[in-house]
């Protein structure tokens, strides 16, 4: 999946669920947190608008960097390899 913000300084980025789900066996509600269904869960921007709050869901892009970076920060701090610059997840 590309991550991408139109308007965005930065290029976009990539994520892999797979790396995420079969690597480092995270719940899929780690990100897809308001799910009704986790068997078929919905895209971020569902939510999380790119352009403006709706229901007090922060915009997509604080929410992404509220979610994953505070996930990879966490992450190498335990000795586990993870993005933590911003050029690291947002590569030309």
Known sequence: IVIKNEG???PPVSF???T???KLKLECVKCHHKDTNPKEPEGCVKCH???????NAPV????FHKQCKACH???SAK??????T??????K
Request: proline share 0%; net charge negative; charged share 35%.
């Open 60 to 63: 997509a892009k604080d929410a």
């Open 16 to 18: 892999s669920h797979k």
């Open 49 to 55: 608008l790119v352009a403006e709050v709706k229901n």
């Open 8 to 10: 965005a300084k930065l």
């Open 73 to 75: 920060e966490d992450s």
């Open 79 to 84: 000795g586990v390899e993870a993005q933590t």
């Open 20 to 22: 995420h789900i079969e």
């Open 86 to 91: 911003c050029n690291e997840c947002h590569k």
